[in-house]
T-cell receptor, first 112, second 113 residues
Framework: DAGVIQSPRHEVTEMGQEVTLRCKPI?????LFWYRQTMMRGLELLIY????????DSGMPEDRFSAKMPNASFSTLKIQPSEPRDSAVYFC??????????FGEGSWLTVV | GQQVMQIPQYQHVQEGEDFTTYCNSS?????IQWYKQRPGGHPVFLIQ?????EVKKQKRLTFQFGEAKKNSSLHITATQTTDVGTYFC?????????????FGKGTLLTVNP
């Protein structure tokens, strides 16, 4: 199994630019999660999907953040416009309900 | 909202010493999971506890789930340098219409060889 695949692994962008993070979950998993990790706030759940449908987006910081899951094998997290305070590691993860959550290796975002 | 608190935030030990991290929830949990994240890495699943009072062992690691299903602990016996990393607990609320895992802020363990 290839695991959860995220891209890009690293991104440095200027404030105001649009950032798109991509995720391919593990085949057959019906839950997909987007987390953000910073030193100050730890691991924060931003949004999660079940069978491609967004279930809980209460963790999305503000309207600048949006996430989509057009099909079972692909999801995006978009930040527009980006700000320096968005700098963090963004993890995508997938699971079958009640079972292990498998994390991708993360997308390290720096907004300057 | 539901919170999962973890202590201590940091722990530095000499190699060979024991280590324990504690996790407490403001609400009763359906089950609890533990993850380890190596520096620069991503969280990796260690174990899941489901039953009240459950105790599970993985080599030098012992995991406990409290009787009230509101607290949990991870104990490492005779730490090694390979144990370095951040240990997270993550709680799952009782079955509802949503499935949501809430992570504690983690305990960063460093081991002095």
């Amino acid at each position: 199994d290839a695991g959860v695949i995220q891209s890009p692994r690293h991104e440095v962008t200027e404030m105001g630019q649009e950032v798109t993070l991509r995720c391919k979950p593990i085949s057959g998993h019906d839950y997909l999660f987007w987390y953000r990790q910073t030193m100050m706030r730890g691991l924060e759940l931003l949004i999660y999907f079940n069978n491609n449908v967004p279930i809980d987006d209460s963790g999305m910081p503000e309207d600048r953040f949006s996430a989509k899951m057009p099909n079972a094998s692909f999801s995006t997290l978009k930040i527009q416009p980006s700000e320096p305070r968005d700098s963090a590691v963004y993890f995508c993860a997938s699971s079958l309900i009640g079972n292990t959550i498998y994390f991708g290796e993360g997308s390290w975002l720096t907004v300057v | 909202g539901q919170q999962v608190m973890q202590i201590p935030q940091y722990q530095h030990v000499q190699e060979g010493e024991d280590f324990t991290t504690y996790c407490n929830s403001s609400t009763t949990l359906s089950n609890i999971q533990w993850y380890k994240q190596r520096p620069g890495g991503h969280p990796v699943f260690l174990i899941q506890l489901v039953k009240s009072g459950e105790v599970k062992k993985q080599k030098r690691l012992t995991f406990q789930f409290g009787e009230a299903k509101k607290n949990s602990s991870l104990h490492i016996t005779a730490t090694q340098t390979t144990d370095v990393g951040t240990y997270f607990c993550a709680g799952i609320l009782p079955v509802s219409s949503n499935y949501k895992l809430t992570f504690g802020k983690g305990t960063l363990l460093t081991v002095n060889p």
